[in-house]
């Protein structure tokens, strides 16, 4: 799991230095008299690096900008994946002998004077298909083309831009940019909604970092508990503490069942791949954490890594209310949540851009990009980070706390969209002072009357009927698990052993209040009652 854990910190630490293109001689434009740069970028979008040579440490790509040729260099020890687009270990880099990506061929969308007849469009080749079966997620041009240009912006059956009359709440909410505030209250009646959520296994290593943040003292201004929102893993949960999670009124939602850290198995994932993961997930949280009330139905993508049209046609099948996985770039105003039946309001700009482009039936609670600058006044613009741990920048509690005030300023003083404080519990246990900031923090906002610490679920009702502040007290929405009601199911759970034959050499501890399972639940055997017989 630690290993696991530090791989992703230094995935996140290698895309933001990319990201930063934190770089000092090499950042300087690279001589255009030796290289012909206008044929070189060419059709090419300007997101894309490659390399001008496959000589050297394999360390060094370009990318084209209007000003000529960018260089960046990975750190020492890792090398560029052409294929992936991000820095990774040398020793995993398989695609040094490469200088670019394969060049897909393109369907031909947009021309002059009609090439096919209506309701066709033109594969790559000029053969016309119908309309629907371009982005199906299977080719029918020969040629292939008309799986190439399958974006949000490109698809050609994607979802229609915003249309507010069509779009009423409760049911559907969308803004043209995404910035517009539920119910068009006025910013001051508006509570500020912060959302804390943690990603990964629940187990002894984080259940004090839970108790200490979410202690039973600490209360919303209409009386009842501050809350948060789990996305659980299942591989190291222990179930008891995620029975007691909920039994606190804390909200649980999926993470995956296998965590499996190749990342283009999520990118690229099929719809019975998200179906296996993320309702096996649910399947088992619920067995074993012995939760019946319908009440997990939020997901969110390993490594960030969304899933497409695939991964959002599963949730809808499965009765999956919420995505939290898709990113916004840091902005002058933060976005708010939206669903997903209109076109998202803003850029795709989440690991490997899949984001859904069709109209589905979903929420999606977007993670706004926080500031990590210490004093946004002065210092110089940088990327935003989605998770706070991928705020590389921040060393010291002080700075935590400063990025977090910043960052409640920029919500509270705009149009009050949730802020979303997004963590893996290993960074709040690594540094004491980061733990103590975060509860300081939380102390302060609670001796206001207008913020209140949420889970997912209670922004979407509140989304779905807007209520002023002064109304707030009475939010029945809200009251529902107000109270935490009964003692913890077992006081020592059941620690079964088990083994898979899916996990070979392996046995593993699950811990739950439930009877212990024949195996150790996996992908192809959630309940653990054994393999089914073909």
């Known amino acids: 799991m630690a290993k696991v854990i530090k791989l992703f910190g230094l995935l996140c630490l290698v895309v933001t230095i990319a990201a930063e293109v934190r770089v000092k001689r090499q950042d300087e434009d690279l001589d255009p008299d030796s290289i012909n740069v206008e044929e070189l970028c060419k059709d090419r979008p300007g997101d894309e690096y490659f390399r001008l040579s496959t000589d050297g440490d394999c360390r060094e790509v370009v990318r084209c900008t209007r000003s000529g040729l960018k260089q960046i260099t990975c750190p020492s020890g890792l090398a560029f994946d052409i294929e992936k687009q991000t820095c990774d270990w040398k020793a995993k880099v398989t695609t040094c002998d490469k200088k670019e990506k394969p060049r897909k061929v393109l369907p031909i969308l947009k021309t002059d004077e009609p090439i096919c007849p209506e309701g066709k469009l033109s594969c790559g080749n000029g053969e016309c298909i119908d309309k629907e079966l371009f982005c199906n997620g299977k080719p029918d041009c020969k040629d292939e083309s008309d799986e190439n240009a399958c974006t949000v912006e490109l698809d050609p059956n994607?979802?229609?831009?915003?249309?507010?009359?069509?779009?009423?709440?409760?049911?559907?909410?969308?803004?043209?940019?995404?910035?517009?505030?539920p119910g068009n209250i006025e910013p001051q009646q508006v509570p500020q909604m912060i959302t804390i959520t943690f990603n990964g296994a629940v187990n002894v290593d984080n259940i004090d970092l839970y108790e200490d943040i979410f202690n039973g003292q600490r209360q919303n201004p209409n009386g009842c508990q501050i809350r948060g929102t789990y996305f659980v893993s299942h591989k190291y949960t222990n179930y008891s503490a995620v029975q007691d999670l909920h039994r606190k009124g804390h909200e649980i939602s999926v993470f995956s069942l296998t965590h499996k850290d190749d990342p283009t198995y999520w990118t690229q994932g099929t719809y019975d791949d998200w179906l296996a993961e993320m309702a096996g997930a649910r399947l088992i949280v619920e067995r074993f954490a012995n939760i019946t009330d319908g009440s997990i139905i939020g997901v969110r993508a390993p490594y960030l890594r969304v899933g497409g049209n695939k991964q959002f046609e599963m949730m809808a099948d499965q009765f999956f209310v919420y995505d939290a996985s898709i990113t916004a770039s840091l902005g002058r105003v933060p976005i708010w949540p939206y669903t997903l039946y209109f076109r998202m309001p803003h850029k795709c700009n989440g690991?490997?851009?899949?984001c859904p482009s069709r109209s589905h039936p979903v929420w999606e609670m977007v993670m706004n990009e926080l500031d990590r600058r210490d004093d946004p006044t002065f210092?110089?613009?940088?990327?935003?980070?989605?998770?706070?741990?991928?705020?590389?920048?921040?060393?010291?509690?002080?700075?935590?706390g400063r990025l977090l005030r910043h960052n409640f300023n920029r919500h509270y003083n705009t149009n009050r969209a949730p802020l979303g404080l997004h963590f893996h519990a290993s960074w709040l246990k690594s540094k004491k002072e980061y733990r103590e900031e975060l509860i300081k923090f939380i102390e302060e906002m609670l001796g206001r009357n207008d913020v209140f610490f949420v889970t997912m679920l209670q922004v979407i009702q509140w989304m779905q009927n807007p209520t002023e502040l002064n109304a707030l007290r009475d939010f029945q929405e809200w009251k529902e698990k107000c109270d935490v009601k009964g003692q913890p199911y077992c006081s020592l759970p059941n620690a079964c052993p088990l083994t898979t034959r899916e996990l070979p050499g392996e046995t593993l501890r699950l811990f739950t209040c439930m009877e212990c399972p024949n195996n150790y639940p996996w992908i192809l055997d959630p309940t653990g009652d054994g393999f089914s017989k073909k």
Not at 351 to 354: G, L, M, P, S, V
Not at 379 to 400: A, K, R, W, Y
């Open 379 to 400: 210092d110089e613009s940088l990327p935003g980070c989605h998770m706070v741990d991928s705020c590389s920048n921040i060393q010291s509690g002080e700075q935590f």
């Open 351 to 354: 690991n490997a851009h899949n």
């Open 158 to 181: 994607r979802a229609p831009d915003c249309d507010t009359t069509q779009c009423v709440l409760p049911d559907c909410f969308c803004s043209a940019d995404g910035t517009r505030i």
